[in-house]
């Protein structure tokens, strides 16, 4: 079992900046598949991105490329989401995800939410105009 909190949502105004961690319980994250994703309201859950394995890869989606960064503390227990420049358009809550790395199935099965084993509770991030 993998346990998943995340922290470091909140209320931040268009072109600012917000952190999410994810802390992780239970597994190391050189083991794990981990993802990042949002729902609006009314919408879908979508891929913000992810990480995967030892190596570190990462992939993004392309609404959020080259403003979003994903990163892990070194000890391996936290993964954590830098937003920049943030727009309205990115209002959420914002999951964080993870799945055994031994399922790998390439990034276009980790774009899909119904992938993961593991989620956290979620965290709203709300941007004003």
């Known amino acids: 079992q993998v346990q998943l909190v995340e922290s470091g949502g909140g209320l931040v105004q268009a072109g600012g900046s917000l952190r999410l961690a994810c802390a992780a319980s239970?597994?190391?994250?050189?083991?794990?598949?981990m993802g990042w994703f949002r729902q609006a309201p009314g919408k879908e859950r979508d891929f913000v991105a992810g990480?995967?394995?030892?190596?570190?890869?990462?992939d993004y989606a392309d609404p959020v490329k080259r403003r979003f960064i994903v990163r892990r503390d070194t000890a391996e227990t936290t993964v954590y989401l830098e937003m920049y420049s943030l727009k309205p358009e990115d209002t959420a809550v914002y999951y964080c995800?993870?799945?055994?790395?031994?399922?790998?199935?390439?990034?276009?099965?980790?774009?899909?939410?119904?992938?993961?084993?593991?989620w956290g509770q979620g965290t709203q991030v709300t941007v004003s105009s």
């Open positions: 990480m995967v394995g030892s190596g570190g890869i990462t």
């Open positions: 995800a993870a799945r055994d790395v031994v399922r790998w199935g390439g990034w276009d099965d980790a774009h899909r939410w119904t992938s993961y084993d593991f």
């Open positions: 239970g597994r190391a994250f050189s083991n794990l598949v």
